[in-house]
């Protein structure tokens, strides 16, 4: 159906419409110039508004974690951390555009239909979505005996949560954002979605004295759990790398150097030459393949590592700085307040006490 056919019924169905297929230029276009303007070109009094309407029901469709989450009880979420979306709530998420956020799916039982950056996927029990936040995805519908559970995290929190582990390696993630479905046994699914609930149960304990602490543990068992299933297919990151297309083999290419080299090399020059390209151009692969650039990479491996080495207490800051590439303890501490919030002797405070 042509959009100018739709025009003639309401505006609401137009907003839909437009809503669904993500028509926002398209929305301008015909709304600004053949609705709410007459033909003889003058502009009619509720021109402004009735666009402003229609834009306001379209970001109602298109919406990252922040904006998701007053759509949900309180008990499925923790401000600015964690949504996750139980198996009654789920039907909420049906014909809205999840963008800008990094985004797990688990079906146990039954089907669902989802739209993958324009590509329809039926997907059925026993399997698993782990897409990076470059990919756009819509719950197309949900049938009524399905068990699906969403769950959203922000970065800081699985930071905070996993400190330098990572339940399942970036290469793995990259070698299937094209199709980022996973298929798990019976009992694997069952394992973790009785993590699921363990997580739900958490972050709906808001009395809990340790409520956050609480959250942060179960969803790091959960990604265990997840990354145990997710990774029992295992194959090696040479064979991951032959289906990849161009800009993802440079991706992992590029994450590779970053796993060996991030103590000592900082600079992304290093690795554009590594890589025969220029930074500029390897700046805009990595951005547009993991939708991050190539220095918040190397920052966030660096933090990472800074925050396991100081749970060590037998390691001193300056001993921290100087094996991580930095030229003096004040240069650590700066680069890590500026990435954390919190210097590190505040951060080792800290995590003393939650011990």
Request: proline residues 3%.
């Amino acid at each position: 159906m042509f959009i100018t056919d739709i025009v003639k019924t309401n505006l609401q169905t137009l907003c839909l419409f437009c809503a669904k297929n993500c028509l926002k230029r398209t929305l301008n276009k015909y709304i600004c110039k053949h609705i709410f303007i007459g033909r003889s070109g003058k502009y009619r009094q509720y021109d402004k508004s009735a666009t402003a309407v229609c834009l306001k029901y379209i970001k109602n469709y298109r919406m990252n974690i922040h904006e998701l989450m007053p759509k949900f009880p309180p008990s499925c979420y923790i401000k600015e951390q964690i949504l996750l979306v139980n198996p009654n709530e789920f039907h909420r998420l049906e014909g809205i555009d999840i963008d800008s956020s990094r985004v797990f799916i688990v079906v146990s039982e039954g089907c669902i239909d989802i739209n993958l950056n324009g590509k329809r996927c039926h997907i059925e029990s026993c399997s698993c979505i782990d897409s990076l936040d470059t990919v756009t995805i819509r719950i197309e519908k949900c049938e009524k005996d399905a068990r699906a559970w969403c769950m959203l995290v922000t970065y800081t929190f699985a930071r905070n949560s996993l400190k330098n582990f990572k339940p399942v390696p970036i290469e793995k993630l990259l070698q299937t954002q094209d199709i980022p479905i996973h298929s798990f046994t019976k009992e694997a699914i069952l394992r973790v979605d009785t993590q699921l609930s363990f997580l739900a149960d958490a972050i709906a304990a808001k009395n809990h004295y340790y409520h956050n602490e609480l959250a942060a543990v179960f969803y790091k068992s959960m990604c265990l759990e997840l990354g145990n299933a997710i990774m029992s297919n295992e194959t090696t990151i040479d064979d991951m790398q032959q289906g990849c297309r161009r800009s993802e083999a440079v991706a992992l290419d590029f994450t590779k150097l970053v796993t060996k080299y991030f103590t000592r090399q900082h600079n992304i020059d290093f690795y554009a030459q590594a890589l025969n390209m220029s930074a500029k151009h390897l700046t805009r692969i990595i951005k547009n393949t993991m939708g991050r650039t190539p220095h918040t990479v190397i920052c966030d491996e660096i933090t990472h590592e800074a925050m396991a080495l100081l749970d060590d207490d037998r390691m001193t800051i300056g001993l921290i700085s100087e094996k991580l590439g930095f030229s003096d303890q004040a240069a650590f501490c700066k680069f890590f307040k500026r990435q954390v919030s919190i210097s590190p002797t505040e951060y080792r405070l800290k995590n003393k006490k939650s011990d």
